[in-house]
């Protein structure tokens, strides 16, 4: 099943559901948000599974998908956890600016980020400063319904409802500043961006595997291709992520949670989901790092291409914006 939100001009829009293919839309007379969906799986999944197969029987049926329309799948959300699960971009940076390994591979890396706005997945990303190193950040996420505390690895990924596909702004310039602090992240972790369609995974066919999104997730800056690097070398799963973020806490529903950039060993063919990345890269190979972040008016697109080569979360297509 396929789920966006549509602008309404409330805060949380309004929830709709969405052909497989991407093209049309009906409003389910089962809940108005997703939010209110995600409260009420159990009473709801069955009544959507029923106006989505009927959306994908009938091609009469339903109103054209417009996706200027399309807020994230959760506008606003109880919480924001991201990981980071690739160790290949954890080796990477640590390797090129000689940072104390941490993290990978005793326990997942993990934290909490600003959850009360999703920017929608198309028009501006608004930034105060190109001073503050603006960069993209291509991840895949996952909406989940209420983790009890203490659940294990074996039983997490029954609690996932949706994934998603998210571009995690980063202001690179004050990640140093902020973690010399002792206090963590704040003003480098903007809000992100969510891609329009949100999925269950069995949408995904052979693409979920092991609770990883086993799909290439093609990022494209200014025209030119990026990255299409592959969401399956997670060194934690999903299921490892809830449990670790569920270790001394409830989840409610509606929790989303974060891969953390996507990232690749051979990195040199599927490229880089990160301006930082393809700089530590050239800071080991060259000595120095060229790649400049990113300013007023850069076009950063994300889509991960389905069997029939649709965008199965439907594209992320974005302006940078110094206000």
């Known amino acids: 099943m396929k789920l966006v939100t549509l602008d309404d001009g409330t805060p949380d829009g309004r929830l709709y559901v969405i052909s497989r293919d991407g093209k049309r839309v ?5 809940a108005q948000t997703m939010q209110a969906a995600l409260d009420n799986w159990d009473d709801c999944v069955s009544r959507l599974q029923t106006y989505y197969d009927a959306l994908n029987s009938d091609d009469n049926i339903g109103t054209p998908f417009d996706p200027a329309k399309a807020l994230a799948p959760l506008p606003r959300a109880w919480q924001w956890l991201d990981g980071s699960a690739f160790a290949t971009h954890s080796e990477l940076i640590q390797q090129a600016w000689n940072l104390p390994r941490t993290g990978l ?15 929608p997945p198309h028009g501006f990303a608004p930034f105060p400063s190109a001073d503050d190193g603006i960069d ?3 991840e895949y996420g996952v909406i989940l319904g209420p983790v009890p505390m203490g659940t294990k690895p074996d039983d997490a990924g029954a609690h996932i409802r949706l994934v998603v596909q998210i571009n995690d702004w980063s202001l690179r310039a004050l990640g140093p500043i902020e973690m010399a602090t002792g206090f963590g992240w704040l003003q480098c972790k903007p809000a992100c961006a969510v891609a329009p369609i949100a999925v269950t995974p069995d949408e995904l066919g052979d693409g979920w595997r092991d609770h990883r999104v086993c799909l290439p997730l093609q990022i494209d800056l200014n025209g030119a291709r990026f990255g299409a690097a592959n969401g399956e070398e997670m060194a934690f799963g999903f299921n490892d ?10 989840l409610p529903a509606g929790t989303i949670l974060g891969s953390g950039t996507v990232a690749n060993a051979n990195y040199a063919e599927v490229g880089s989901s990160c301006i930082a990345e393809r700089k530590a890269i050239e800071q080991i190979r060259d000595g120095s790092a060229t790649t400049p972040y990113l300013k007023d008016g850069d076009h950063v697109e994300m889509s991960v291409p389905g069997p029939d080569g649709a965008p199965l979360f439907g594209t992320i297509s974005q302006i940078v914006r110094v206000v």
């Not at 009906?26 to 089962?30: G, H, K, L, S």
């Open 26 to 30: 009906m409003e389910p007379d089962v």
């Open 105 to 119: 591979p005793e326990r997942p890396l993990m934290y909490q980020g600003l959850s009360d706005r999703f920017l």
């Open 136 to 138: 993209f950040e291509g």
């Open 241 to 250: 992520l809830i449990a670790h973020a569920a270790y001394s806490r409830h």
